[in-house]
């Protein structure tokens, strides 16, 4: 069996910022999957504030992305045909919230991305840029205390690149969000404190800048 | 957390009109389509029935001839006389009445109105018999029989062609040579398997044979019209009549019976059998529609599971359990069934509703049917649009974003 991890140990803090580097196929985007309980291991521990992750249940796991996680991905992720708005409320409407604050909070998340007039565009209406941003809304609208962004940069271009990074450092800094960035470009890591480099599913460097 | 799903199921079926209108087109053709053959076809069963029952349930008719077929024919065979209609009712017990019919195809005409009509000539029990009720004037009486007045009944479809909105009753109109006076108009009784019953003139024996077509033979009954007592075995009845006609028409035992007796309940056992397999027929292949109705569901299902899929990784992602993803289209499949069951079933309402005046027969509004078609496209439906999302909700979040 092909193993896309072969012995990693990290720690984590909260409110760090780390970017997670590292060719393709090394085992970067794996790893954020089971941080972020999208994915379980075959094998190991993973903590999260305490709780032993691998003990969770699939119900369980979708819980604690409820309540404590945020995800951006790639390729956006938003559901087609189905206005920004909607899709940040989304998570909201998981958590039961009532109509009124769910929308109040959205536009708020919206506002904070820079996409005040947006609101009623589906994802098709919507650059790619401008997508992820929504996206970055729709994970951010939460509050939760982690972030993982898998190559949200991937799609974009050097402009729109540099807004997704300055919302990221923003939200760290202001917030206090933990971030975990996997990305294989060195300038967006470098809005990092912390950069881990995977290769062949270990861990080959683990720098933070002073 | 239901509510919650329902609003969910809602948005996402508005968000793809298209998708749902195709789901619901393929349930409510299904349902539609079952629904109103079944309820034509029993209409149509409950027609022949009804129509058969106006003719007399219990009625027997005595003919010459040896009956159907290509011996049937009654050239050359002798009729029947009136002696023959008394003996048989003095001496069967289960005869609780009988009329002798002789019938004359003539031109009537009335005013400048001119028609062939078949008029029959009888005795007044015919009526009783044949389960005719007057709608206006008198039937004729024995002492009309016996004096053989140039009396007569009609019925509606005579009252149309000859009178058109004229009243008929105390009107004469001149049938073959004579003048002859209606005196009542029957109730209308419709079309049967067999012609137009309303087209008839009904007189005094007597005055068929004295007044229009004189009389050259006491041979000229060429029916025996007999209504059975209630509950009478019509197989006995009908062997004890033959005998009793074999007896007085000199039949050796080696001659074939030269007469031959038809039964309504026979006839209406058939028809009813007939027209019940006619239906089944059409239920089943109301049942094949129904069937690629679903495979259309499943079709549209299995096209967008791929989008469904992403959807669902989507979903879990940012913190749906997979209950809740599951409830969620549990409640789509239902909601999108429900709605195209519901309308089937409405049109079905109004198309048997227009077929049944169109084709002429009983609308009965079937409840079994409307529930079983209705729990079919529901099964259908959810089993189709439920079972891929939950091969989907079981995939590890990551692996159902990826699903491509």
């Known amino acids: 069996m092909f193993q896309a ?83 940040v409320e989304l998570p909201l409407l998981y958590r039961g919230m009532a109509r009124k604050e769910r929308e109040e909070k959205s536009i708020a998340a919206l506002n904070s991305v820079g996409l005040p007039n947006k609101l009623n565009n589906t994802p098709g209406e919507l650059s790619g840029g401008q997508q992820q941003r929504v996206a970055i809304a729709r994970a951010i609208v939460t509050e939760p205390s982690t972030l993982f962004a898998d190559e949200p940069t991937g799609n974009l271009d050097s402009v729109t690149t540099q807004d997704v990074v300055e919302i990221l450092t923003r939200l760290n800094a202001n917030r206090g969000i933990t971030i975990l960035l996997v990305t294989h470009e060195e300038d967006v890591a470098a809005c990092a404190r912390r950069t881990i480099v995977i290769k062949d599913g270990l861990v080959a460097s683990d720098t933070t800048r002073s | 957390m239901i509510w919650n799903a329902f609003a969910i199921a809602v948005r996402e079926i508005s968000r793809n009109l298209t998708r749902a209108f195709l789901t619901v087109l393929g349930i409510f053709i299904g349902v539609a389509s079952i629904i109103t053959m079944v309820t034509l076809g029993e209409g149509a069963t409950l027609a022949v029935k009804e129509q058969i029952s106006s003719l007399g349930s219990n009625l027997l008719t005595l003919r010459p001839g040896a009956g159907f077929g290509s011996r049937g024919s009654s050239a050359g065979v002798p009729h029947f006389t009136e002696k023959d209609a008394v003996i048989l009712g003095e001496q069967i017990a289960s005869i609780a009445a009988i009329a002798p019919v002789r019938t004359a195809s003539l031109s009537t005409i009335y005013l400048n109105n001119a028609r062939a009509s078949t008029i029959t000539g009888t005795t007044s029990t015919y009526f009783q018999i044949n389960k005719w009720n007057i709608a206006e004037g008198r039937f004729f009486t024995d002492a009309d029989l016996r004096s053989g007045s140039a009396v007569c009944v009609i019925g509606n479809t005579v009252r149309v062609e000859l009178f058109g909105t004229d009243n008929p009753i105390g009107a004469s109109i001149r049938i073959g040579r004579a003048s002859i006076e209606v005196i009542g108009l029957l109730a209308t009784k419709g079309q049967a398997g067999m012609g137009d019953q309303d087209d008839t003139i009904i007189m005094p024996l007597s005055t068929l044979q004295r007044r229009l077509i004189g009389r050259t033979s006491s041979n000229d009954i060429n029916q025996i019209s007999i209504s059975a007592v209630e509950g009478t ?114 049109l079905a309402f109004a198309l048997c509703y227009g077929l049944a005046q169109v084709i002429k027969v009983p609308f009965h509004f079937n409840t079994q049917i409307n529930v079983i078609a209705f729990a079919f496209s529901a099964i259908v439906g959810v089993l189709f649009g439920y079972t891929p999302a939950r091969r989907a909700a079981k995939l590890n979040p990551i692996d159902a974003l990826r699903h491509e």
Do not use: W
Request: include cysteine; proline fraction near 2%.
């Open chain 2, 233 to 346: 075995d019509s197989i006995a009845l009908i062997a004890e009549i033959t005998q009793i006609m074999r007896q007085r028409r000199n039949l050796q035992s080696n001659q074939d019976n030269d007469f031959n007796i038809f039964d309504t309940r026979q006839i209406a056992e058939t028809l009813g059998s007939t027209t019940q397999l006619m239906t089944m027929l059409l239920a089943a292949v109301a049942g094949v529609s129904l069937l690629v109705g679903g495979i259309g569901i499943m079709n549209i299902m299995l096209v967008s599971v791929t989008e469904r899929t992403r959807e669902i990784g989507i979903r879990l992602a940012i913190g749906a359990t997979a209950s809740e993803v599951l409830l969620q289209f549990l409640v789509e499949a239902v909601t999108l069934s429900c709605i195209g069951g519901l309308v089937g079933i409405l």
């Open chain 1, 5 to 87: 991890l072969k012995g990693i140990d990290l720690t984590i803090h909260r409110g760090e910022f780390v970017a997670i580097m590292g060719p393709s196929g090394s085992g970067k985007s794996t790893l954020m999957n089971l941080l972020g309980c999208l994915d379980t291991p075959t094998t190991g521990s993973y903590r999260y504030e305490g709780i032993e992750v691998e003990t969770l249940n699939a119900n369980q796991r979708s819980l604690l992305r409820r309540y404590a996680l945020g995800f951006v991905f790639q390729g956006f992720n938003l559901l087609p045909r189905t206005s920004a708005l909607e899709n």
